[in-house]
Each structure stands twice: as C-alpha cells, then as structure tokens.
C-alpha cells in the first residue's frame, strides 16, 4: 500500500457525469472514471467509454484510476469490441494506475465476463504490479481502490448515484 504522502489529494467534490445513456454511463469522481454497463457491448458505447477515459487521464495524468461495474444484464462483448477495449486500456496503461472491475452476474454469465477481463490482465504483466482486480461486488472493488489511490469518503454513493442515472435495460 502507497503512503498518503505519494498518492495525489483530491479536494471533496460530486459525481461529474460524463455520459449515462444507451446502456453505459460514465462519470468521474475524482481520481477515477467510473463506468456502469448495463447493456450490451457494443461499438458506440465503447467509443463513448474511450472518449471518456482519454479525458480523465489527460486531466489526472499518471495518478487515474478506473472503476467498472458490470451488471448482470450486460451481454458479452465479440471478438471486435473485446480487443476495442483492450487496446483502450492498454493505450492508457501508463496514466491508468489502477484498474477494478466489479462483475455483478453469477455463474457462467460471469465466467464469460471474466474470460474477457483476462484478455486486458494480460497487457501488463510486469512483475510486482497490482494494476487490475477483478471482485464480486461494488464494496470489494472500491476497497481496492481505496488502497491505492485518494477516493472520496462518499465514492460509493457517487457510483450508486450514477447507476440510478441510467434507464432500466432494454426489454429482449
């Protein structure tokens, strides 16, 4: 775990919502780009979760984190997005210094989701280095974080505030 003397401060401030429509919202709450997917992913959506992340890391430099919540009403993603995010991630890896990924389904739906996050893990495979987590809830995932970047003392209320932002998921 870092001293707080190393880890950037952040003053208290709210949610800022970048994007929460068509199945993914997107916000940043301090340090971090937090993203809820509710619906499938697909080619838009991941190109608003591109934008999104470019322009927090270029705002928070090398000290950004990412936080990613994904429901269980999310599909997996094919063979083309799941390498569009990959290449997001690896393309910021310098700048994104932590990464946690809350996978809200069971069972094999969240096998699958977890066969898509071994894609990413394996972009950094420097020795030592704690860059991506994988948890079972939001709680766990925010935890992770919080031992290694600055989160607010109310960053889950902030992503449970971006979550209600979303409308509920397409009827299939």
């Known amino acids: 775990m870092e001293s707080s003397a190393q880890r950037p401060l952040y003053a208290a401030s709210s949610l800022r919502t970048l994007s929460a429509e068509d199945g993914i919202a997107i916000g940043e709450i301090g340090p971090v780009c937090v993203v809820i997917w509710r619906e499938a992913v ?42 569009a995010l990959i290449a997001i991630v690896a393309s910021h890896e310098d700048k994104l210094k932590h990464m946690a990924v809350t996978i809200e389904a069971t069972g094999f739906r ?33 935890a992770f974080l919080r031992q290694h970047l600055e989160l607010q003392a109310d960053f889950l209320a902030c992503v449970e505030d971006l979550r209600r932002q979303l409308a509920p998921p397409a009827a299939t």
């Open 42 to 83: 697909i080619a838009r959506r991941v190109q608003r979760l591109a934008t999104a992340i470019l322009q927090v890391v270029e705002q928070k430099g090398h000290g950004a984190g990412l936080f990613v919540v994904i429901e269980a009403t999310c599909e997996r993603p094919d063979d083309e997005q799941r390498q």
């Open 110 to 142: 969240a096998a699958l989701v977890r066969s898509v996050l071994a894609g990413i893990s394996l972009i950094d495979r420097r020795p030592g280095r704690r860059f991506h987590r994988v948890f079972g809830d939001v709680n766990a995932g925010a």
